[in-house]
């Protein structure tokens, strides 16, 4: 089975600009959960998609959203971009339901990098 | 709100030694859950074990067991039989069993294994 997907893996971008970030799920993970990574703040969630809904939110700016597709591919959309943006965002697939939250598998991550 | 917390940044351990990483969280919940998750350098993070609160008994998986303390809000990772492929970033995480893809993690402890 094919593992969490990202691309790209690599971008960079001058502040004020939007940038679209794709995240392909494990076959049959229902939920995507994406997180922003940086050396100061460490990891923290964004959102999570179940079923094309988003289920939970973390606290970011509204300049920070995201969709989920049919097909359970994510993509995350960050407007206006500033310098803080600049981080390792990471999605995590699961299979979403159930009781107990489960095993969440990352994928490599997409590096972005606003100048 | 929840928190995790690591207090080490950084550790180091010789192979085939034993080394117990530190966590701790704060939560009013009663029931949660609770990871270790593990980012080598090449960034894909995975899975290490995980711990549900209403189980008192310990997890363990292979080399890698925890110290879970309720009472205290403890949850310690130890790893025997330490391996060069071993070393990475640990992250302790938490769920509070509300939301499926929500993961609150530490900031992390660097672990370097040496021959």
């Known amino acids: 089975k094919a593992g969490v997907t990202q691309t790209p893996r690599y971008l960079i971008k001058t502040r004020g600009q939007q940038v679209t970030l794709s995240c392909s799920p494990i076959s049959g993970h229902r939920s995507v959960s994406w997180y922003q990574q940086t050396p100061g703040q460490g990891l923290q969630f964004l959102f999570e998609y179940f079923s094309e809904t988003q289920r939970n939110k973390g606290n970011f700016p509204g300049r920070f959203s995201g969709r989920q597709f049919s097909n359970s591919r994510s993509e995350m959309n960050v407007s206006t971009l500033e310098l803080g943006d600049s981080a390792l965002y990471l999605c995590?697939?699961?299979?979403?339901?159930?009781?107990?939250?489960?095993?969440?598998?990352f994928g490599p991550g997409t590096r972005l990098t606003v100048l | 709100a929840q928190t995790v917390t690591q207090s080490q940044p950084e550790m180091s351990v010789q192979e085939a030694e034993t080394v117990t990483l530190s966590c701790t969280y704060d939560t009013s919940e009663n029931n949660y859950y609770l990871f270790w998750y593990k980012q080598p350098p090449s960034r894909q993070m995975i899975l290490v074990i995980r711990q549900e609160a209403y189980k008192q008994q310990n997890a363990t998986e292979n080399r890698f067991s925890v110290n879970f303390q309720k009472a205290a809000k403890s949850f310690s990772l130890k790893i025997s039989d330490s391996q060069l492929g071993d070393t990475a970033m640990y992250f302790c995480a938490f769920n509070d069993g509300g939301s499926q893809g929500n993961l609150i993690f530490g900031k992390g402890t660097k672990l370097s294994v040496k021959p």
């Open positions: 995590a697939s699961s299979l979403g339901s159930g009781g107990a939250p489960n095993e969440q598998f």
